[in-house]
């Protein structure tokens, strides 16, 4: 029986080595594979990653499997792992005991441990801290009575100078620990626990205790365990920027492969991606679209069938690939009936399968490869296929010998098994498709010896491969899930509690690399209490890698699981509004009401009740439902008024403000601001101040006020450096660009751009620094420096194009048209205008679709491109009457009027002009109202009647000089000099 090797698929082999062939520098390209389970996707795989290899590709590979559905980016960790010793994807801050003092209930120190790479605690401080314990524990805990001995009390916490301590007394013993960073809750229970255990061990010593250190040796290294805990702090989703967060870890993933490739190239394989996790597929698009400047191909495989139905993505990222970037797909069918005949032949060892064999096969499998090979397996195994004489001969009718599934194969396949054998591939199939050989003989007494040979049996009858030293594979992903699927529910159970608690105690050091894996496991029993702390936890871990979707699983399941056990958790309010959190944060606003609702019926706290009423009106003004939100945020503020919790009143009244600005009644938003402001002030929390100006400035940008707006942003970047908010800072920062922009203090601007362009570099916000380059730009052009500006823009644009902003990149398109357009480069000007559209057109922006149109037939004009003009300025009149885009409604009127005024239609071409103007002023829009003037001057010229056309020239110039747009100003300075100079 040979190896199974790539039987037929010339036409795919074909394409791949094209592929390879076509890798260059900046040449780097995208394949997908895809095809049913055990069409041969796998095998495929392998092909190219051989010939990548023999090429001097680096090659890393990652595998997605059903066990790892809510690990966030776990196949990409696998395919990266070699690249650095550091955890790539890990963004926790945790806390725990940098010092842990064992003190006798007289005050003696027994043993000390200090975590810190720093020098411990000097002996004055030691000394002084240890009498402000000795006397914070008389206090607080009854003293020390007669007869010399402290009476038991509870848990206390002492801050001394900058030192936190936590303080955990026993009968005989008491604990202090100086903690490091934020205090955990599980700080204190495993303090008490520690406590418990050491005076049960050594209670009779402790009890009459004569002060040898050396009786009481023992309790070091369980001080030294404690010390070697980690505390994880729970991230604050407040002010998180989901997308940004996301992108700083793609980049890092993109950097690392960038970097491994610049030597000979390198192969990213992504095997299975219908199994990918959340995280994972929302970086598919970015690491195609940015490795294509890079001589690095990117390979990914998935199962049609697994990716339709509700609630799956993948479908909808690869449609997003195909239109947004491109990739060479590959779909694999069955064989055809030569190559099947190939397969079957490369089995035997060359030699021909009867003729039966083969019409059967085809009828029966298709074609599959996989349902192919473990056929003609399972009946040389059985003895129904054997070789006499050179010959392969059926001993049976293959009617009667055939599986007609690969359940049926696969569980005849297992029958000829032996029991032991049986038992340790439903082990590994609990452990998933790929296992660790020393995990899966900690489940049984086996002898190593024969454990080994068990494992050998099922590796030379193609059930396991082994991969590394270490490591075993189930040959077949289907394989894998046939055995797990044919389990009952409760062996299911079972299997998992026992790989849970295997892995558990192989991991009692630490078991943060391991704690997805026992949330999966304890998930998935009736060990109800384990369940549900890890899944907890897990939820936690993944929250704080910005993986809500995942998180959102594993709290999911811990809801479950305390539902399905009817566990008493005091923990179910705060579960249900992080999941609430997680929910509001992915978008998922439907889902985050219900889990708010549920936890307002659980408690009734005021605070609380007043804080999710509001986070509930907050979903609903996500999503435009105004008179719902202000419903909830009434209900909040009357709450919170009650118990005094200004503050909150006050960012509630920020809320509210934002719908009144939403809904144009800008004075009310200037009201609530102002009021969110001064609670906010009450408070002295400066971050929460320097949100409140921030707000107030935008209502001013609306009251066309921007001096005061400025003023706002200035003392929003006050607050927001005294409170070290660096994300804060660079927003405010381009603000202030902005407001200086407008204010026609150029230099300034700049300053404040260059400001926030540095720290979003720091903070790697990639969509800011698009952002700010593009404002910078702006700048430039309207200072008249074209070419600076340019550069500026395309420096913006490859950000843009790195992020796959559409929008962005559509906008920073028309930015550069408008550029040439000054320049009077006109055909640079169109052409940058149709890329705005098709990107456009792409991110099916109606709006922005609408203006792209208008624009075009603006620069078709001054082209003479008549019938273009007219058209384009059609599809965008109509597209804007629909929609009520009054901005682009003023801008269309006014082409509408230069069209009639071309074809001697004056009093239409005037009744245009007026429309527009009237537009223009409604919305406030000096560039508008002067670009209407213009127009009407030059409508004016064709009439012959140059004194008209000066007045509108005027009031043009007048309209540009105030609003300080020096490019636009000099165009008609000049134009109306051209009138002068031929009058």
Excluded at 629 to 652: D, Q, T
Excluded at 670 to 688: D, F, I, M, P, V
Excluded at 945 to 964: C, I, R
Aim: aromatic residues 8%; negative net charge.
């Amino acid at each position: 029986m040979g190896k199974v090797d790539l039987i037929g698929r010339e036409r795919e082999r074909s394409l791949l080595i094209d592929v390879l062939n076509s890798l260059g520098e900046k040449n780097g390209r995208n394949v997908i594979i895809h095809g049913e389970a055990g069409i041969g996707k796998s095998t495929l795989i392998e092909f190219l990653e051989d010939e990548a290899e023999r090429r001097g590709l680096a090659v890393f590979k990652g595998e997605c499997t059903e066990q790892e559905l809510a690990e966030p980016y776990s196949p990409l960790e696998e395919a990266l792992a070699p690249l650095t010793d550091e955890v790539l994807f890990t963004l926790e801050e945790f806390s725990h005991f940098s010092e842990i003092f064992l003190i006798s209930n007289v005050g003696l120190l027994i043993a000390n441990v200090s975590t810190s790479d720093e020098e411990g605690i000097d002996e004055d401080i030691l000394s002084s801290m240890l009498t402000a314990v000795q006397d914070f524990v008389k206090d607080s805990f009854g003293g020390i009575g007669d007869d010399g001995e402290a009476s038991k009390g509870g848990l206390g916490k002492l801050e001394y100078k900058d030192t936190k301590i936590l303080i955990e007394h026993g009968e005989l013993v008491y604990i202090a620990a100086v903690t490091s960073g934020e205090e955990h809750p599980d700080m204190r229970k495993d303090l008490r626990k520690q406590v418990s255990q050491i005076e049960e061990m050594y209670f009779d010593i402790l009890a009459d205790w004569d002060g040898d250190l050396d009786k009481l040796s023992g309790t070091l290294p369980m001080l030294h365990s404690l010390g070697g805990r980690k505390y994880r702090v729970t991230r604050n989703l407040d002010d998180v920027d989901l997308e940004i967060e996301r992108l700083k870890v793609q980049t890092r993933i993109h950097e690392l492969i960038m970097e491994a490739s610049r030597e000979n190239g390198l192969l990213l394989i992504l095997d299975d991606i219908h199994w990918a996790d959340e995280s994972t597929m929302m970086a598919l698009p970015f690491l195609a679209r940015n490795i294509l400047n890079d001589r690095i191909l990117f390979c990914m495989s998935y199962r049609p069938e697994e990716i339709e139905g509700e609630g799956k993505s993948l479908g909808q990222i690869l449609e997003s690939m195909a239109q947004e970037i491109g990739y060479l797909e590959i779909g694999l069918e069955n064989l055809d009936e030569e190559s099947l005949e190939g397969l079957v032949r490369h089995q035997l060892g060359g030699g021909d399968a009867p003729e039966e064999l083969l019409v059967k096969l085809k009828e029966e499998t298709g074609g599959n490869p996989f349902f192919t090979i473990e056929v003609v397996r399972a009946l040389v195994a059985e003895g129904t296929l054997v070789e006499e004489e050179d010959l392969w001969v059926m001993k049976r009718s293959p009617k009667d010998t055939i599986p007609t599934s690969v359940v049926e194969l696969v569980s005849r396949r297992l029958e000829a098994i032996d029991v032991d054998s049986l038992r340790l591939i439903e082990s590994g199939a609990v452990l998933g498709r790929r296992f660790e050989e020393p995990v899966l003989r900690s489940g049984f007494s086996f002898t190593e010896e024969y454990a080994s040979s068990l494992i050998h049996h099922l590796v030379e009858v193609n059930i396991l491969d082994r991969i590394g030293a270490q490591e075993l594979r189930f040959q077949h992903a289907k394989i894998q899930e046939v055995i797990y699927s044919g389990m009952s529910d409760r062996w299911k159970r079972m299997l998992h509690r026992q790989a849970g608690e295997i892995i558990e105690d192989n991991n009692r050091d630490d078991i943060e690399p391991v704690l997805f894996k026992l949330a999966y496991h304890f998930g998935r029993t009736k060990e109800y209490e384990k369940g549900i702390d890890y899944s907890i936890s897990a939820g936690y871990k993944a929250t704080n890698n910005f993986a809500p979707r995942e998180a959102i699983q594993f709290f999911d399941r811990a809801v479950a699981l305390i539902e399905e056990g009817q566990v008493e958790e005091k923990r179910s309010p705060e579960i249900l509004e992080q999941l609430g959190d997680l929910q509001e944060l992915d978008g998922d606003y439907t889902n985050a009401f219900d889990s708010y609702e549920k936890v307002l019926t659980i408690i009734d706290e005021p605070s609380t009740v007043s804080e999710l009423k509001m986070k509930i009106g907050r979903t609903f003004q996500n999503q435009g439902s105004y008179d719902q939100a202000v419903k909830y945020y009434g209900e909040a503020i009357e709450v919170a008024e009650s118990i005094g919790e200004n503050l909150l009143k006050a960012r509630i009244n920020g809320y509210l403000g934002k719908i009144h600005l939403r809904k144009g009644d800008y004075d009310s938003a200037l009201a609530l601001q102002t009021e969110y402001l001064k609670e906010s002030k009450l408070s002295g929390e400066k971050r929460e101040i320097g949100q409140a100006y921030m707000g107030l400035g935008v209502v001013y940008v609306q009251l066309r006020d921007n001096q005061m707006a400025v003023d706002s942003w200035k003392e929003a970047l006050k607050c927001f450096e005294e409170a070290g908010f660096d994300q804060g800072i660079a927003y405010v920062n381009d603000n202030l660009g902005v407001g200086h922009f407008w204010l026609g203090k150029y230099e300034e601007a700049l300053e404040y751009y260059g400001k926030s362009n540095e720290i979003m570099s720091k903070l790697g916000n990639v969509k800011g620094m698009s952002s700010v380059l593009n404002n910078m730009g702006v700048l430039y052009n309207d200072l008249g420096q074209h070419e600076k500006c340019l550069d500026y823009f395309r420096r913006s644009l490859q950000l843009k194009r790195k992020i796959g902003d559409k929008v962005g990149i559509a906008n920073i398109y028309n930015n550069i048209a408008e550029a040439y357009f000054l320049m009077g480069e006109f055909g640079k000007s169109l052409n940058n205008h149709e890329l705005n559209l098709e990107m456009m057109e792409k991110a099916d922006d109606t709006w922005g679709i609408a203006q792209a149109l208008s624009n075009m037939a603006e620069v078709e004009l001054e082209l003479d491109m008549i019938s273009k003009a007219k058209e384009h300025s059609q599809r965008s009149f109509e597209l804007a009457e629909k929609h009520s885009f009054t901005d682009i409604l003023a801008y269309d009127y006014m082409l509408m009027g230069t069209l009639a005024s071309l074809e001697g239609d004056y009093p239409t071409a005037d009744r245009y002009f007026a429309e527009s103007l009237n537009f223009a002023r409604e919305i406030e829009e000096d560039k508008r109202i002067a670009m209407a003037h213009r127009s009407m001057a030059r409508s004016y010229i064709r009439r012959g009647e140059n004194q008209e056309a000066l007045d509108h020239y005027s009031m043009a110039l007048k309209v540009l000089e105030k609003a300080q747009m020096e490019s636009l100003t000099k165009i008609i300075r000049n134009e109306m000099q051209s009138i002068i100079d031929k009058s």
